[in-house]
């Protein structure tokens, strides 16, 4: 099963980029907060060996944020530009664990108990 990535997500993204995030933005990096759906079948989804497999590309880096009830809120960072961001999201979705990903936007809260996005 491939993950899904909406396009709107994607927009969304180099839109963040686009308007960035102090030092990050200035040096061109990524630097996105993603809600990350999961199989089942993840028995730690905050293991560092675990985020490491995540991610195809070793010079971008999977942080973890918090849990949701389907999966794991995670800092993506790496080298920019948006391309490269984008195309570090890309290869995520294609990871058999991943069943969905969603862009966090700056300063939406995450809500614990349904992993839902509001803005403040």
Do not use: Y
């Not at 969304?12 to 040096?27: D, T």
């Not at 809600?35 to 999977?62: C, I, K, Q, W």
């Not at 999201?89 to 969603?102: A, F, G, K, Q, Y």
């Amino acid at each position: 099963m491939k993950a899904r990535i909406d396009s709107r997500i994607l927009a969304g993204l180099v839109a963040v980029l686009a308007i960035g995030n102090g030092e990050a933005a200035q040096q061109g990096a990524c630097d996105v907060r993603l809600a990350v759906e999961l199989t089942p079948d993840v028995p730690n989804a905050h293991d560092r060996g675990f985020l490491h497999s995540l991610m195809a590309d070793p010079s971008f880096l999977l942080t973890w944020v918090s849990d949701t009830d389907s999966g794991i809120v995670v800092d993506l960072t790496g080298p920019g530009p948006g391309e490269r961001c984008k195309d570090a999201m890309t290869e995520l979705s294609r990871n058999t664990h991943v069943l969905n990903i969603t862009l966090v936007p700056p300063g939406a809260i995450l809500t614990a108990v349904s992993g839902a996005v509001a803005r403040r």
